[in-house]
């Protein structure tokens, strides 16, 4: 089956607390997109990955591709409460996304 | 200048009806895509159409019919809509090949509630 599994589902942090939420993916995918998402809102392309290896940082999101293991990581280093939204991966097999993360920063 | 743009932004209407659901983008691109999200925020692709054609249908009943008049435009019809219908539909656009990032671009979505 094919599947997009990403954890935790819900993350609850302190604000300026590291964390990295994951992305697991059971086919092979050769590029991992990144989005966020913010309540009634759309979808904001955060990161393209398009090689196994790839890093790619934006302000406190840093995310990363190791397509053997097929795992996406997205770190977030000291968190803040702006960054509270919900966070998906997609992989490019059918474009299935994964399940989302939300995530609230605490103050 | 929205990159891609959707209307109608909110659509009520009562179970049995026909609706669509327009989507444009103004980004040169030659690939659009239809997703639904439904209330638990899961998104699962619809349709995929690159030049106007047709390359990704998934299990969609086929009251759902999508048209590309042109690769600027997509649109989504819905037959005898049905409760579980009830989502946001999310329209995109992107690039298409090996080459480029194919990063996809979404329209603001349509939330659709049937009664």
């Known amino acids: 089956e094919l599947k997009v599994e990403q954890n935790p589902l819900f993350l609850s942090m302190q604000e300026g607390k590291n964390y990295t939420i994951y992305c697991n993916y059971s086919?092979?995918?050769?590029?991992l997109y990144w989005y966020r998402q913010d309540p009634g809102k759309s979808l904001e392309s955060l990161f393209v990955?398009?090689?196994?290896?790839a890093v790619k940082q934006e302000g406190r999101l840093m995310a990363s591709l190791d397509t053997k293991a097929r795992l996406s990581t997205l770190h977030i280093t000291a968190a803040v409460h702006d960054l509270s939204a919900t966070y998906f991966c997609?992989?490019?097999?059918?474009?299935?996304f994964g399940t989302g993360t939300r995530l609230k920063v605490l103050a | 200048d929205t990159a891609v743009s959707q209307t109608p932004k909110y659509l009520v209407t009562q179970m049995g009806n026909d609706k669509s659901i327009k989507c444009e983008q103004n980004?040169?691109?030659?690939?659009m895509y239809w997703y639904k999200q439904d209330s638990k925020k899961f998104l699962k692709i619809m349709f995929s159409?690159?030049?106007?054609?047709?390359?990704i249908n998934e299990t969609v009943p086929n009251r759902f019919s999508p048209k590309s008049p042109d690769k600027a435009h997509l649109n989504l019809h819905i037959n005898s809509l049905e409760l579980g219908d009830s989502a946001v539909y999310f329209c995109?656009?992107?690039?298409?090949?090996?080459?480029?990032?194919?990063?996809?671009?979404f329209g603001p979505g349509t939330r659709l509630t049937v009664l």
């Open positions: 995109a656009s992107s690039s298409f090949g090996t080459s480029g990032s194919n990063e996809q671009f």
């Open positions: 086919t092979t995918s050769d590029r």
């Open positions: 990955l398009l090689s196994n290896g």
């Open positions: 997609q992989g490019t097999y059918k474009y299935i």
């Open positions: 980004l040169g691109h030659d690939t």
């Open positions: 159409y690159n030049n106007k054609e047709l390359i």
